[in-house]
């Protein structure tokens, strides 16, 4: 039987689906819908990323859920830095940013964010994030982000 992981465990209490990837991987992933977490990782890995983790933060993700998001790869001492990647169909990406604002308020960030919204409402949370003048790497294209996040990963 597979030990449990605490995070893990923690992470589904909340209603997010998080895996602790092995290996010395140390870039943290918070994204949206299983799918787009498995791409996300697998094209990170194609272009030479090492992933930390899949964190799924599920379809209706709040601000508050996405604060929790962080708190939770954080407590990864692998990650160097954190690649959010978010396409917004029933998430709105301006309650994305919001929790990325507060993640920022609220937890002891010390390593690098990567931003990509897509979606609904993506152009409020895109001024959101600008506007709150954050150290964050914002970007529309995933290929742009997704170089950021390996470059600032090594």
């Known amino acids: 039987m ?15 689906v998080y895996v602790k990837l092995p290996g010395e991987g140390s870039i943290g992933t ?8 498995m791409n ?12 930390a983790n899949f964190l799924d933060t599920g379809g209706k993700a709040t601000s508050e859920t996405v604060k929790s998001s962080f708190r939770i790869v954080l407590s990864d001492p692998r990650v160097k830095t954190i690649f959010v990647n978010i396409f917004g169909g029933l998430t709105l990406c301006d309650m994305i940013a919001n929790g990325i604002i507060m993640a920022f308020r609220d937890l002891d960030m010390k390593v690098p964010v990567v931003v990509r919204l897509r979606g609904t409402n993506e152009e409020l949370g895109q001024k959101m994030i600008a506007d709150s003048r954050l ?3 914002a970007f529309d294209s995933f290929e742009e982000a997704a170089s950021k996040v390996i470059s600032l990963s090594r």
């Not at 918070?30 to 977490?37: D, E, F, P, Y």
């Open 2 to 16: 597979a030990q449990e992981v605490p995070e893990e465990v923690e992470a589904e209490k909340e209603g997010i």
């Open 30 to 37: 918070l994204v949206n819908g299983a799918g787009l977490a």
């Open 40 to 51: 996300t990782v697998d094209a990170l890995t194609l272009h030479g990323g090492h992933c």
């Open 135 to 137: 150290p964050l790497h």
